[in-house]
């Protein structure tokens, strides 16, 4: 009797014990899923790795048109902006993909594309109704150098004439093109120079990040073309940015300066508040050791004339799209001109003069 007792005393304890864990093990695995679900873009230390925005699942469904009523800035002189759409020709071709054609691509085609000369999206397979490019290569992360490589070649071939500079970007970064073209408008197409976020390692003249993007001369790219075809250059390496700037050097292209007239950087390897906020990328990170010139964390991080922003999602595409080109403080004029040689308080006093003049006379007419 005390024996079958005790049997059943243990059996009791061995389920009970057997129910406790199964409950426990249910509550962690919901808390942590949780977790997942809430945390925020993850940036591994890796500048070749792969990050959490590449794999966000909070993507948009729709597609928005910021451009379609365009009214409330029909008074702005934007004659510069539109002369140097003119003169500073740029074709841009987007990294993308079959998987990525609805989840980011078309959020690209509706805002900052709009102002390339001519955009291309350059896919692993062709797709006539979006349209994209197919240049019959698998899609992965170790197949985007041959990609790069086939994308310029497409592009050397078809529309070598029809843009003076060529634009690589991904379907996760944004471009202001206004501010590219004022860059690029200091330097020749035909000199042999590249410009975009100088990371140092690897490279003696330094290469530059892929993901904030970079630009080709008109020279620059017929040299890389080339490069290919007499074997000065080959697909040595999966790592698309990294390959690209060795291929550069060898074929005596200058990975150019980028900042502004400022020392400020313009190409951003990531989103804005990455760079903003102070203390948001720890010192352990690969970055603080990559940048060609000192890094700066802060306000100071940033160009007012920015170029481009990487690991930009697609609801973080509409945002900027707002704030660059629609958002404007009431009552300003905006005055900042990055060419002037003059004393800087001497600039804002005249200018500040001048606009005054012209706002009288703006009040009167009215």
Not at 187 to 205: A, D, H, L, M, T
Not at 210 to 227: H, M, P, T, W
Not at 336 to 360: F, T, W
């Amino acid at each position: 009797m005390a024996s079958s007792k005790s049997l059943m005393n243990l059996l009791t304890f061995t389920f009970g014990s057997a129910i406790g864990f199964f409950v426990c093990y249910l509550l962690f695995s919901i808390i942590l899923e949780e977790q997942v679900k809430i945390q925020p873009h993850i940036l591994h230390n890796d500048p070749h790795g792969q990050h959490s925005a590449d794999t966000d699942n909070n993507q948009l469904q729709g597609q928005m048109n910021f451009n379609a009523d365009s009214g409330q800035h029909k008074d702005e002189n934007k004659n510069i902006a539109e002369g140097l759409y003119q003169k500073v020709k740029i074709l841009c071709w987007v990294m993308t993909g079959p998987q990525n054609l609805e989840k980011k691509a078309k959020h690209v085609k509706a805002t900052w594309a709009q102002r390339c000369n001519k955009i291309l999206f350059m896919s692993s397979e062709e797709n006539k109704d979006f349209p994209t490019v197919g240049l019959e290569t698998k899609e992965g992360r170790d197949q985007l150098y041959w990609k790069t490589i086939k994308a310029f070649q497409y592009v050397y071939d078809h529309y070598f004439d029809d843009a003076d500079w060529f634009m690589k970007a991904d379907d996760d970064t944004y471009v202001i093109l206004d501010n590219l073209r004022w860059l690029l408008s200091k330097y020749s197409p035909e000199q042999p120079i590249y410009f975009g976020r100088r990371f140092k390692p690897y490279v003696k003249q330094g290469y530059m990040s892929g993901g904030a993007g970079y630009v080709l001369s008109k020279e620059a790219l017929k040299r890389f073309v080339a490069a290919f075809k007499t074997n000065k250059c080959s697909h040595s390496s999966s790592i698309e940015d990294l390959a690209l700037g060795k291929c550069m050097e060898i074929v005596n292209v200058e990975a150019g300066d980028s900042r502004d007239t400022s020392g400020r950087e313009t190409f951003h390897p990531f989103v804005p508040e990455h760079h903003l906020i102070i203390g948001y990328l720890p010192k352990t990170f690969w970055y603080w050791n990559y940048n060609y010139y000192p890094a700066v964390e802060g306000p100071g991080c940033c160009s007012d004339l920015a170029v481009s922003f990487h690991y930009v999602d697609s609801m973080t595409m509409y945002h900027l799209e707002y704030l660059i080109y629609h958002l404007r403080p009431y009552g300003y004029l905006y005055r900042y001109n990055p060419d002037s040689a003059k004393n800087p308080e001497e600039q804002s006093k005249n200018e500040a003069e001048e606009d005054n003049q012209k706002l009288k006379q703006k009040i009167s007419e009215n």
